[in-house]
């Protein structure tokens, strides 16, 4: 009799509660996603858990337990948002930038065609790479794509200059200035150099990544940037987008990625083009 007179105290369930509860669901949902793999999962876990107990003991009526876990929850929310700091920065980033691309710009249900598009000269990019590659020249390459990078790039050396496989080597030969650090590029040209990245924390690193690739997952992890790290231990190339690290990649995988990433026009169709020039 006890529990029936529980089950009839329960509120009634409709179709907004059911909504409610989907995007209830769907954001926690999104919120492990962003913090697997880091600190944070074991705390967001335990505070679910002890808000789950709250909703429960607050239905059955036990006044005493669900004041102080409500009390608890209350402070909290405040040791949370505190706690949490990077990662609702990563969330709010993410939310307002992460779902635009070259081609076809759009929030949520809105899409938009850019303006202008700017061709990257990828080709000087991937010959860089491949004689740094050859050579062990340790190097780390920052292309922006909606985010314009400018607290990094102004933590470096700002200049602006075409992009060229000479320079690029240059930049980051073992005897110059500006080779610790690294090369942030937007609107198809060189911004800065010897940038300083932020290092991802993420547990779920190898332990034979180095600074570079730590520095590549870190910046991909909070902008939509993509990075390109060459090991100078082992000489292979990466890739890093969206937080994840693309590892020993060849020089014709990399011309491929970046064209189809950043330029709009085929490669075929530019040949023709420079063809009829």
């Known amino acids: 009799m006890l529990l029936l007179d529980i089950i009839q105290g329960l509120p009634s369930f409709n179709i907004i509660d059911f909504i409610d509860v989907f995007l209830v669901g769907l954001l926690l949902f999104f919120m492990f996603k962003l913090i697997k793999g880091t600190n944070a999962i ?10 789950v107990i709250w909703k429960v003991v607050s239905i059955l009526g036990m006044k005493m337990l669900s004041e102080i876990l409500g009390q608890f929850i209350s402070l909290g929310v405040l040791a949370l948002i505190i706690i949490f700091q990077p990662e609702i920065r990563r969330f709010l980033v993410i939310i307002g ?5 070259n081609k076809q710009r759009k929030f949520f249900l809105w899409k938009f065609s850019p303006s202008t598009t700017t061709q990257l000269n990828t080709t000087a990019i991937v010959q860089a790479c ?3 590659s050859s050579s062990f020249t340790g190097a780390l390459i920052v292309i922006c794509q909606s985010n314009k990078l400018e607290s990094i790039v102004q933590s470096g050396e700002v200049f602006s ?3 060229s496989t000479q320079l690029l080597e240059t930049i980051f030969f ?14 198809g040209q060189i911004q800065s150099a010897r940038c300083i990245l932020p290092v991802s924390h993420s547990t779920t690193i190898p332990l034979s990544m180095g600074l570079r690739h730590r520095s590549a997952l ?8 993509v990075a390109i790290v060459v090991s100078e231990q082992s000489g292979k190339i990466s890739i890093a987008e969206e937080g994840q690290i693309n590892q020993g990649v ?13 330029n709009t026009m085929p490669i075929k169709e530019k040949q023709e083009e420079n063809t009829t020039r």
């Open 174 to 187: 073992k005897n110059t200035p500006l080779h610790d650090g690294a090369v942030i590029i937007d609107k």
């Open 250 to 262: 060849s020089l014709t995988y990399l011309q491929e990625y970046l064209d189809k990433k950043f």
């Open 42 to 51: 074991s705390i967001f876990i335990g505070f679910f858990i002890i808000y």
């Open 97 to 101: 930038s992460r779902s635009i691309n």
């Open 130 to 132: 491949g004689h740094m």
């Open 161 to 163: 200059s075409q992009i």
């Open 218 to 225: 870190g910046v991909t992890e909070n902008t939509d940037a």
